[in-house]
């Protein structure tokens, strides 16, 4: 699972989850002229409200999110597991709306529910599950909640194939010496010699040795991006059968220009085409 595709919208979700967990600790009814000290059942007294709208909410949004973080889709009786999740939480906002209009039930049929009105509770469960619906139905549609919940870390820069890191060996700014020479002496025949010592003999000068001209260097460089959505990338070979999903909030090192496309490599070494390239975020 990866924690870095989730949306803003998957957040809007989490948060309502919460919200509604809270609510169901809270009271249930709302009784005119009872004191304070009244024991009020919570939302966890009646068993319709606990299944049909507190735990119904919690399975939807964990739906929710769990289908976003998969890195392949996973489908329940033929319906996405997201989708699945939001129809979920749709039905508990429709349960809650009803439990908030007539929490006594048919015990106010009896005369019994005279000045029982929906509590804290009720109330409050009713507007997470309203807003959890609807960030859960919404999140495919508004661009602003599609965007990545959590900032992707900024990469390293990609060394060229056969590059040094700074300060390690063979990097011009690292002193180095010969096989029985001291740091900062300076070597026949290195290209980064050290300052002379005082008293120090000069070495010989060598014959200068005719150098390759340098190769032109190509137009394309490496470099690391993150997609704003969830994009599929297809086979090199052309075939229209996605092999991976590039995920936002995960970095992925693009090694070529194709047309207008770009093939890029994946964490588990992957190569694919990326097709739709508008809106990525270059490291």
Do not use: C, H
């Not at 009020?40 to 049909?52: A, D, M």
């Not at 999740?85 to 005279?114: E, I, K, Y």
């Not at 005719?210 to 470099?223: L, S």
Request: no cysteine; glycine share 14%; charged share 10%.
């Amino acid at each position: 699972m990866n924690i870095r595709s989730l949306t803003r919208g998957d957040g809007v979700v989490i948060v309502a989850a919460v919200l509604l967990l809270i609510a169901s600790f809270l009271d249930i009814y709302s009784i005119e002229g009872a004191s304070d000290s009244a024991d009020i059942p919570s939302l966890w007294g009646s068993g319709p409200i606990v299944l049909g709208v507190v735990l119904a909410g919690i399975i939807g949004a964990a739906f929710v999110v769990v289908a976003r973080a998969l890195p392949q889709p996973r489908k329940v009786a033929g319906l996405d597991l997201g989708q699945f999740g939001a129809a979920f939480a749709v039905f508990a906002a429709w349960s809650a709306l009803g439990n908030v209009f007539d929490p006594a039930g048919a015990f106010d049929n009896d005369g019994g529910g005279d000045g029982i009105g929906a509590g804290t509770g009720l109330i409050l469960a009713l507007v997470a599950t309203v807003v959890m619906a609807a960030a859960a139905i919404a999140t495919p549609l508004v661009p602003a909640l599609k965007g990545a919940l959590l900032p992707a870390p900024r990469p390293a820069q990609p060394q060229p194939y056969g590059g040094q890191p700074q300060g390690g060996y063979g990097y011009p700014g690292a002193q180095q010496g010969a096989y029985g020479g001291q740091p900062g002496q300076p070597q026949p025949g290195s290209p980064y010699p050290g300052q002379p010592q005082p008293q120090q003999a000069q070495p010989q000068p060598q014959p200068a040795q005719a150098q390759p001209a340098p190769q032109p260097a190509g137009d394309f460089a490496p470099f690391w991006f993150a997609v704003p959505v969830p994009r599929p990338l297809f086979a090199e070979d052309g075939s229209p059968t996605p092999i991976a999903e590039l995920a936002p909030g995960t970095w992925y090192l693009a090694v070529e220009q194709r047309g207008p496309g770009l093939v890029a490599q994946t964490q588990d070494g992957r190569r694919g085409v990326l097709q739709d390239t508008s809106g990525i975020q270059r490291g």
